[in-house]
């Protein structure tokens, strides 16, 4: 059973790490029956919850994962989590939220880390435990005092990891924080885009091969991801009146901006050119002004997640009105 916060759960149009994992098991001959109560994304777009549109759900997604889950809450009630669905074992990736939204002490982070690991040995006494490292992220470059924190909990976990280890219920570290890029693998400073995931997996992977013996250490080098929304934006363009073209289209899961290119085909143009703002999905449908009267454009949309711009609409094009007529 996997344990974690939003970086586990993941949100609308995500793989998440469970799913890269789960992925490499099987293809290394492994049956892995994942557990818990949980079976959905978080939709970032509309801050709903029970989201199914990963992006791609032919997997086992069940675990223990949603957004601001901390150790403090969860060190309650693992114990009846483990009792109800058994696992063999359990992965862990909680602590964040603890410190940055809580403020919670080094020492109670200790203390609520042994409680947890206390509580689901209580349920399952042979239950082996992977501890993964809290990765790195934005707010740990910028704030020293937060990455103290940080870095003083990673410690506390591979002290807790060593002194409580057991043979009848062994704990091991997952080294997750190791090959993340800050501004390559995160779409938003914090949360993981498809190649962090695979680092974060890659780390789970590695230590259940080499310590428990289960599946093969994730392969070298990486792929390397399309980042972004990958479902395409479906795009209609209508007159909107004089030197104006108003643009609908379909949101794509987790996409929380759209660019929005234009080409002017009676100047000749032939390229793009990309506004600078993206438009936000409750700016649906969004009208152009500006335009000049008469003139054949072509537009298309790039939906993005955070800082990762993926899929492309089609492309759609008009010939803008020269006089004002009622836009339908």
Not at 301 to 313: E, M, N, R, Y
């Amino acid at each position: 059973m996997i344990v974690g916060d939003s970086i586990t759960e993941g949100s609308s149009g995500d793989y998440t790490w469970q799913y890269w994992l789960y992925k490499h098991l099987r293809a290394g001959g492994v049956s892995p029956r994942m557990v818990g109560p949980n079976h959905w994304l978080f939709n970032n777009v509309t801050q709903a919850t029970r989201s199914i549109s990963y992006a791609d759900p032919r997997f086992q997604h069940a675990n223990d994962a949603s957004w601001g889950l901390t150790l403090i809450h969860e060190k309650d009630v693992i114990g009846a989590k483990v009792a109800k669905y058994r696992p063999d074992y359990l992965l862990v990736l909680l602590g964040l939220d603890d410190i940055a939204w809580q403020g919670i002490s080094q020492p109670d982070m200790a203390a609520n880390l042994a409680s947890f690991i206390a509580a689901a040995r209580a349920a399952r006494p042979r239950i082996r435990i992977v501890l993964g490292l809290i990765p790195p992220d934005h707010r740990q470059q910028t704030d020293p005092a937060f990455a103290a924190s940080i870095a003083g909990f990673n410690r506390t976990i591979i002290a807790t990891a060593s002194r409580l280890s057991t043979v009848r219920s062994p704990i091991a570290v997952a080294r997750d924080r190791a090959g993340i890029n800050v501004a390559k693998d995160l779409l938003d400073g914090t949360h993981p885009n498809a190649n962090g995931d695979i680092k974060i997996a890659a780390a789970f992977a590695d230590v259940l091969a080499s310590r428990f013996h289960l599946g093969s250490a994730y392969p070298r080098p990486f792929p390397v991801l399309p980042t972004g929304p990958l479902t395409h934006p479906g795009l209609a363009v209508t007159p909107a009146g004089a030197g104006r073209a108003k643009l609908w289209w379909t949101l794509a899961p987790g996409a929380d901006g759209y660019f929005v290119y234009l080409q002017d085909l009676t100047r000749s143009e032939v390229t793009f050119t990309k506004l600078r703002w993206p438009l936000f999905p409750a700016l649906d449908p969004w009208t152009v002004s500006l335009l000049t009267p008469g003139d054949i454009y072509l537009f298309k949309l790039q939906a993005c997640k955070g800082v990762d711009c993926g899929a492309f609409s089609n492309v759609a094009g008009i010939t803008v009105p020269s006089r004002s007529r009622r836009s339908r």
